[in-house]
C-alpha cells in the first residue's frame, strides 16, 4: 500500500465510483424502457457470452465506470427477456419496477439484514412484509415468519420446522441429537408434488425415497381415498407435504379433508403454496384453497406472483418457537430472542441482503386492492388463453385452468409428443414469445405460466396467435 492510499482514503464515492453507478441507474432505466419491442429471448448465446465476459482476470484492475459500462455492453443481446410481459416460462415473476428500485437501494445501503438490532429500518419493513403476506393469505396471525431465498428454501424451512415439533413431541431433539437415530417419522406426499419439497425432505435428512407418494386425479391433486388409506399405514404422527398450485395445471389439493384427517393423527402439515397460495388473497377465487390455513407451515414466493426481483420468498409457521428453534443463530454478540420478530432466528443465515424491501415496496404500491387485481387478472388471462389455444383444431388443452397455468398439447397420435416439441422451438425461435416445456398426463406439453405482472390480453394473445401458427406451419412442413 502506498503512503497515499494510507493519507489520503477516498471521501464516501471517487467520481469514478458515482460515474460507476449512475453508468448502471441508466442502463437499467433503459433496459426495462426497451424491453417490449426487445427479442423474447436471447440472441447471442452463451459461447459468445463466454468470449465476452471469460478472459482471464488481469494483474491490473479497470476503472469502476468502465467495468460497469463493460458489463452493460457484454449483456447485450446475452439476457433473456423474463421482466417482459411475452416471457411464460417456468413460473416467474417479472420483477416489478417499483420493487427494482428498491433493490438498489439495498445495494447501496449494504446492510446486512441479519440483525434487527443494527439495521431498525430493514428490520421494520421486513417485518412488515411478513405481518402482510400472512393477513393477506389468511394465515394464522401470529405465526412466525422467515424471509427467503425462493420457494425451494422456504420449503425447507418448514419442514425443518415440522422435523423438530415432530420430534419432540417423541422426546427427542433433533437440534442437539441430530437424525442419527432418531426415530422413525412417516412422510406422505402428493405423487404430482413439485420436486423442491422432495429437495426440502431431502435437506431435511429424511430423503425423498422413503416418503410416500399418494396417488393423484387427472389434476395432480391428491385423492383424499389414496390420502387415508395410506396415512391407516402409518405407524407415526406424519408430516404431510399438501401442494397449492401444481406446476403443470395450477390446481390444489384438497386441503379440508385432508387436513382433517392429518388432525386426527396429530401429524404436521406442511403446503408448498410457491405460487398458488397468492390465490388465498383473492376473496373470490380463496374457496378454491379451502382450509389451507389449517395448515401448520406454508412456502410461498415473492419472487413469483409478487412479482418481486429476484430471490425472495417466505416460509410461515403457525408455532413460531418451532420455526426458532430449528432456526435460530445465537452467539454472545448477537442480540438475544425477544417477542420482536428477529431476522436470524426465522431464515437459515445470519448474513443476507434485505431482501424483503423490494416486497415492501411492491405491497406498498399495489396495495391490497393491487394484489387481487394482479391474480385476479392472471387467472382470467389463464382462461382466455386455454379458449383461445382449443379453438384450434389439433390443439388441446390438457388441465382445468385452476389458476394461471395451461398446459398445451399438440396433435394426439403417437408423434404428438414430437409435434409438440417441434412447435414449441418453432415459437421460441421466432422470438415473439416464450413458453417453456414440461411433461403432464404421459404427453409433451408446452406450458404456459401467466404471472407476470405487465401481463395483459394483448399479450396471452400474441402467445395464443404465436402456438397457432406455428401448428400450422409443423402441419405443412411435416
Ligand atoms: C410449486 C412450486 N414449488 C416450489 C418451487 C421452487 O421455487 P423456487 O424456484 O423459488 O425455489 C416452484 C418453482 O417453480 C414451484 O412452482
Redesign the pocket.
Known amino acids: 500500500m502506498t503512503d497515499r492510499a494510507v493519507e489520503s482514503p477516498p471521501a464516501g464515492l471517487t467520481p469514478d465510483e458515482a460515474a460507476a453507478m449512475r453508468i448502471a441507474a441508466d442502463a437499467a432505466i433503459a433496459y426495462r424502457l426497451d424491453l417490449p419491442g426487445s427479442p423474447a429471448r436471447p440472441t447471442v448465446g452463451l459461447g459468445e457470452a463466454g468470449r465476452r465476459f471469460g478472459a482471464p482476470l488481469g494483474e491490473h484492475g479497470a476503472p469502476a465506470a468502465q467495468v460497469v459500462g463493460e458489463i452493460v455492453a457484454g449483456a447485450d443481446g446475452a439476457l433473456h427477456a423474463m421482466a417482459a410481459p411475452t416471457f411464460f416460462g417456468?413460473?416467474l415473476g417479472g420483477s416489478h419496477p417499483v420493487g427494482v428500485a428498491a433493490d438498489m437501494l439495498v445495494s447501496a445501503w449494504g446492510q446486512n439484514a441479519g440483525s434487527s438490532f443494527e439495521t431498525p429500518a430493514i428490520s421494520a419493513m421486513e417485518r412488515a412484509v411478513c405481518d402482510w403476506v400472512i393477513d393477506l393469505l389468511g394465515l394464522p396471525p401470529a405465526s412466525g415468519a422467515g424471509l427467503v431465498?425462493?420457494?425451494?428454501?422456504a420449503?425447507m424451512v418448514g419442514v425443518m420446522a415440522a422435523r423438530h415439533a415432530l420430534w419432540a413431541a417423541r422426546g427427542w431433539d433433533v437440534e442437539r441429537e441430530g437424525i442419527v437415530g432418531a426415530p422413525p417419522i412417516d412422510v406422505l406426499i402428493g405423487a404430482d408434488a413439485?420436486s423442491?419439497?422432495l429437495a426440502a425432505l431431502r435437506y431435511a435428512g429424511f430423503g425423498d425415497a422413503r416418503a410416500v407418494r399418494v396417488a393423484t386425479d387427472a389434476e395432480g391433486r391428491i385423492r383424499p381415498d389414496a390420502f387415508a388409506a395410506a396415512l391407516d399405514r402409518c405407524t407415526t404422527p406424519p408430516l404431510v407435504i399438501l401442494?397449492a398450485?401444481?406446476?403443470n395445471t395450477g390446481a390444489f389439493d384438497p386441503f379440508d379433508p385432508l387436513i382433517d384427517l392429518v388432525r386426527e393423527r396429530d401429524g404436521w402439515v406442511h403446503v408448498?403454496g410457491?405460487?398458488?397460495l397468492w390465490l388465498a388473497a383473492v376473496p373470490k377465487l380463496a374457496d378454491r384453497l379451502a382450509g389451507v390455513g389449517r395448515a401448520d407451515s406454508w412456502?410461498v414466493?415473492l419472487?413469483?406472483w409478487l412479482n418481486a426481483p429476484f430471490?425472495a420468498?417466505v416460509v410461515v409457521v403457525r408455532d413460531r418457537p418451532s420455526l426458532v428453534a430449528t432456526m435460530s443463530a445465537r452467539g454472545s454478540y448477537l442480540p438475544p430472542t425477544t417477542d420482536w420478530w428477529e431476522p436470524a432466528d426465522s431464515t437459515p443465515e445470519l448474513s443476507r441482503r434485505a431482501r424483503g424491501v423490494p416486497s415492501y415496496a411492491i405491497l406498498r404500491h399495489l396495495g391490497r386492492e393491487g394484489v387481487r387485481e394482479l391474480v385476479a387478472r392472471h387467472c382470467e388471462l389463464a382462461r382466455r388463453l386455454a379458449a383461445r389455444v382449443a379453438a384450434e383444431p389439433g390443439l388441446s388443452v390438457l388441465n382445468e385452468v385452476h389458476s394461471n397455468q395451461v398446459a398445451i398439447a399438440c396433435g394426439d397420435g403417437a408423434d404428438g409428443d414430437a409435434l409438440t416439441s417441434r412447435v414449441l422451438e418453432r415459437v421460441q425461435e421466432r422470438g415473439r414469445v416464450y413458453p417453456t416445456h414440461g411433461d403432464w398426463a404421459g404427453r409433451r406439453i408446452i406450458r404456459a405460466s401467466v404471472i407476470g405482472y405487465a401481463m395483459r390480453a394483448e399479450h396471452v394473445d400474441l402467445l395464443a396467435d404465436e402456438l397457432v401458427e406455428a401448428w400450422r406451419w409443423v402441419q405443412a412442413n411435416p
Not at 149 to 153: F, H, I, L
Request: proline share 4%; aromatic share 8%.
Open positions: 417456468y413460473v431465498s425462493g420457494g425451494t428454501t420449503n413439485h423442491a419439497p401442494q398450485g401444481q406446476i408448498d410457491a405460487f398458488g412456502a414466493d419472487h413469483k430471490d420468498g
